[in-house]
Each structure stands twice: as C-alpha cells, then as structure tokens.
C-alpha cells in the first residue's frame, strides 16, 4: 500500500524559498497523480499545485503561479515542489496526496485517496 511522507517544511523568512519533498514507500509515483495541498486553520484546504502521470500536465493555483514548480524525481520516487518569493499567506500545513490514473488525465478535479501526514511552513520574520 503506497504511504507517503512529506518532509522540508520549516520556518522561512518571507522573501525566502522552500522545497518540499513527497516520498513514498510501497509503490511507485510513477503510477499516480500528486497534489501538493496548503491547509490554514479556520479556512479550506487548498489545492496548491498538482502533476500528473508521466508528467503530462500540472496545475498551480493562482495563489503560488509565477513562483511555484511541481516536478517529479523519478529516481528517488518522490515529487518536489518548489516555491520561492514566499509571503506569511504561504503558512500552513503542506499536504502531498495521491491518486491512481490508468491514463493521464489532468489532476487538478482529481479526488485524492492517499495522503501524507503534513509538514508544516511558518513563512515570518
């Protein structure tokens, strides 16, 4: 059964960049769509950004375009994501997630089944 763990979170000095990593355990990524998603308390989650199978398409919510890359390393089995220009609006809980395709399909409606357990941004002076 794929697990996933999310690593890279920390405090961030807002200016500053973050690269969060999805690694996981019990199967290959190659096979799913990863989303990365931000959790803030007392609002929804959001989708941040997501990529699909084989690379085929991914998707960056307005929130993050322009500062934001998804991509995957194959060879370690883990899907990364970058994020530079950071703003304390970019706090919260990260989430990666995944999602079985069969074909490659965009990923940013996809219902995510598989999901870490969170790492934590703290974007402040």
């Known amino acids: 059964q794929l697990q996933l763990v999310e690593s890279g979170g920390g405090l961030v000095q807002p200016g500053g960049s973050l690269t969060l990593s999805c690694a996981a355990s019990?199967?290959?990524?190659?096979?799913?769509?990863i989303g990365w998603f931000r959790q803030v308390p007392g609002k929804e989650r959001e989708a941040v950004s997501c990529?699909?199978?084989?690379?085929?398409?991914?998707y960056y919510a307005d929130s993050v375009k322009g500062r934001a890359t998804i991509f995957r390393d194959i060879g370690r089995n883990m899907v990364v994501f970058e994020m530079g220009s950071l703003k304390p609006e970019d706090s919260g809980i990260y989430y990666c997630?995944?999602?079985?395709?069969?074909?490659?399909?965009?990923?940013?409606?996809?219902?995510?089944?598989?999901w870490g357990q969170g790492t934590q941004v703290a974007v402040s002076t």
């Open positions: 997630a995944a999602e079985l395709l069969l074909s490659p399909v965009g990923c940013a409606r996809l219902k995510y089944t598989i």
């Open positions: 019990g199967g290959s990524l190659d096979e799913y769509a």
């Open positions: 990529i699909s199978i084989f690379g085929s398409s991914s």
